[in-house]
């Protein structure tokens, strides 16, 4: 069996059309579809159907694609086994959301400048939605992601999610809001008449204020986008509605963040890698390294007065 091959057909089961597949392979309709053919007198069965104008998997098609995701792992895993040296070197692809980025994977790139000068991180800032179709497309290593405890994301059986930290988050809102401490239903209930404030790039935190509120009995009207939490502080300054920040944010002046407890909201922090590349000695020392580092801030804000 052709990893190849294996490859053109999993890439099928997940992208759906031979045509996505060739681009992104950077070959044609007619390789692809030939090669998923060969596969097929390989394993002596029918491996896709037609289904209108495109073609489909059929059952043994799909069970083979499952089957491959995890050989194609496999094989990666014994490349690595077989990588001459053990220090980490050359270049790793990191795709991550800004907060990530910025408080977390930039100190660490600062420690291995020092400790591992053969090893280049190559930072891209995206929402995890964004980073995790980089992952799938082999443009990025390691991608830094969230979601929220009310909204968690969609496992995946062809990557692994190492948990890294926890945020609470509050609501930000107008300083002369008349908007009193509570319950988080509490609070959302006497918010129900402002506009709502949601990320522009990614739909977990929308999810999360759609939920309390249905929960605190209305409809929140979400008028706003923004993915910069500093221009979320700036809506909410010009009175443009009430949004999601993390509590322990330094505030704009006429910005006031309530806490929300009971629901709890908290944003949980992950490092996720495509199987096969766990132990690849960049990637798994930069996880390492995130790990610590989240670790040491648990501990710093746990003794915090």
């Not at 491959?68 to 991550?96: K, M, Q, Y």
């Not at 990530?100 to 020092?114: D, E, N, Q, W």
């Not at 506009?195 to 309390?212: G, H, K, P, Q, Y």
């Not at 490092?271 to 501990?299: C, I, K």
Request: hydrophobic share 45%.
């Amino acid at each position: 069996m052709e990893t190849r091959r294996l490859r053109m057909l999993v890439e099928l089961s997940r992208l759906g059309s031979m045509r996505a597949v060739a681009d992104m392979l950077g070959t044609t309709t007619s390789t692809v579809s030939q090669q998923i053919a060969a596969l097929a007198d390989d394993m002596g069965t029918a491996l896709i159907e037609p289904h209108g104008r495109r073609v489909r998997l059929t059952p043994a098609g799909r069970r083979l694609a499952e089957h491959g995701v995890t050989i194609l792992a496999a094989v990666e895993a014994a490349r690595h086994d077989l990588a001459p040296g053990s220090e980490p070197n050359g270049t790793l692809r990191v795709a991550g959301f800004a907060t990530a980025i910025r408080t977390h994977l930039l100190p660490v790139i600062t420690t291995l400048s020092g400790s591992h000068p053969r090893l280049h991180v190559l930072v891209r800032e995206h929402e995890p939605a964004e980073a995790l179709q980089l992952l799938a497309d082999d443009m990025a290593d390691l991608a830094l992601t969230y979601d929220y405890n009310l909204a968690p994301a969609t496992e995946d059986p062809a990557v692994r999610a190492t948990a890294l930290w926890t945020a609470r988050w509050g609501l930000g809102v107008p300083v002369e809001a008349d908007v009193r401490e509570g319950t988080t239903l509490e609070v959302f209930a006497q918010c129900a008449g402002h506009d709502w404030i949601v990320n522009s790039r990614n739909t977990a935190d929308e999810t999360v204020i759609r939920t309390l509120a249905s929960m605190a009995g209305f409809t929140p009207r979400i008028t706003h986008q923004a993915d910069s939490l500093d221009l979320v502080q700036g809506m909410i300054t010009a009175g443009l509605g009430v949004g999601l920040l993390p509590l322990g944010t330094v505030t704009f002046p006429a910005v006031r963040l309530l806490p929300l407890d009971t629901p709890d909201v908290e944003l949980r922090a992950y490092a996720v890698a495509r199987h096969g590349r766990l132990d690849w000695p960049p990637l798994a020392l930069v996880t390492e390294l995130l790990l610590q580092r989240s670790a040491r801030e648990r501990r710093r804000t746990s003794l915090a007065p």
